[in-house]
């Protein structure tokens, strides 16, 4: 171990306080702490000089790989400018470009209008509040119930929090949050009683936190067609399946869905800085319309001009490396590979959707978090869910560079499975 990585690590273990995580542990000395020096592509370098695979493309915010000269090229254009000003009583050229361009994706008259914020939750907070404040200034007052999905996860901050359907993250704050009635399917959402509901909210054809699970085909649609016969709104959460992750650029195409908002984050910027966006319909805009009916939202970077210049170059490369058909090509082969991991004697089913995909292990194999950690050692970073491997590639990820990331699992799979001490596969 280098001076570099030995001071680096003690100033963490003395001053550090990291997220999901048990710091007991992960302040023990035998717990070794990878510094992370540098990326490029699909691949990361600590300060050892060690290369690893990005495998949950640095928490799923990461799109087209670390270091593209596309989007470095337009954050030093915009620094060369100014990094940042106030979005509130002033504007700028980049905020509306961009704004243009995400609308554009979906049909005329539909989504219409952006706004700004940091991240996920930010993103899902304003769709909330927008949502239960349009029912104020509509004299719907009655209808102050927001409906989420049982094992569903939008977020940390208070209000977000109050969506999560994962005990194991929200159970201490529930009651301080705002009130949210959980179903676990559509099925059940069609028993209730509709009148006092002002929206839904989904995390659109699979869920993320809750081990990767897909939902089945045709659900988005059902929900679509009940929130437009009970007049309720639909919050979709593309936070996590946004920007191609399932396939398409927002997972609410798959089904030709048009929500009326939609929450943007983490690919946003292609994973190069904190930003958010939550698209909604001219009809919900113009109900705050008059001084009585201000959303008295905001936080001090939105719209920040770094992050939209990194957010148009993103789009940029979508256009003109990672159309649709190459997109499309990409995710079959992600397919066909991580299927292979269902012939593993210590998984217990494979989940995916898109460059998305969730390996679940049979409790008789290490931990997620142990194979994780094995994982390191065969040139793979990833990160579990339970006992659940996720792996999310970046989408520039090549065929070549996706088989050395399921070899590698699948030897740190093994690596921990008692039934498989030589190594085998089967």
Known sequence: MNEKTKQGAERDRQHLWHPFTEQRAWCAEDHEILLIERGE?????????????????????????????????????????????????????????????????????????????????????????????????????????????????????????????????????????????????????????????????????????????????????????????HDVHLILDEVMTGFGRTGKMFACQQEEVIPDFLCLAKGLTGGYLPMAATLTKEGIYEAFFGKEHVFYYGHSYTANPLGCAAALANLDVFATELQQELLEEKCRTFSSLVQTFSHLRGVREVRHLGMIAGVELHGEVGTGAEVCLAARKHGLLTRAIGNTVVLMPPLCATAEEMDFAVRALTQAINSTNPWSSNGDAQ
């Open 41 to 229: 592509g699909v691949w990361l370098w600590d300060t050892e000089g060690r290369r690893y695979f990005d495998g949950n493309s640095s928490i799923w915010t990461n799109i087209h790989g670390h270091s593209h000269p596309h989007i470095l090229d337009a954050l030093r254009q915009q620094m060369e400018k100014i990094c940042h000003s106030s979005f509130l009583g002033f504007s700028h050229e980049a905020a509306g470009l961009l704004a243009q361009r995400l609308c554009e994706f979906f049909p005329a008259n539909t989504l219409t209008r952006v706004f700004y914020s940091d991240d996920g939750s930010t993103a899902i907070e304003c769709a909330m509040k927008m949502a239960l404040q349009y029912r104020m200034q509509r004299g719907q007052e009655h209808r102050q119930q927001i409906v989420a999905f049982a094992n569903g996860y939008h977020g940390d901050t208070l209000g977000a929090a109050s969506l999560g359907g994962v005990d194991l993250f929200f159970r201490r704050f529930r009651h301080w949050g705002m009130k949210v009635d959980f179903v676990g399917s559509v099925e059940e959402l069609q028993r209730r009683d509709a009148s006092s509901i002002a929206a839904v909210v989904l995390e659109p054809m699979i869920q993320g936190v809750n081990e990767m699970r897909p939902w089945p085909a045709g659900m988005l649609r059902c929900l679509r067609h009940w929130c437009d016969a």
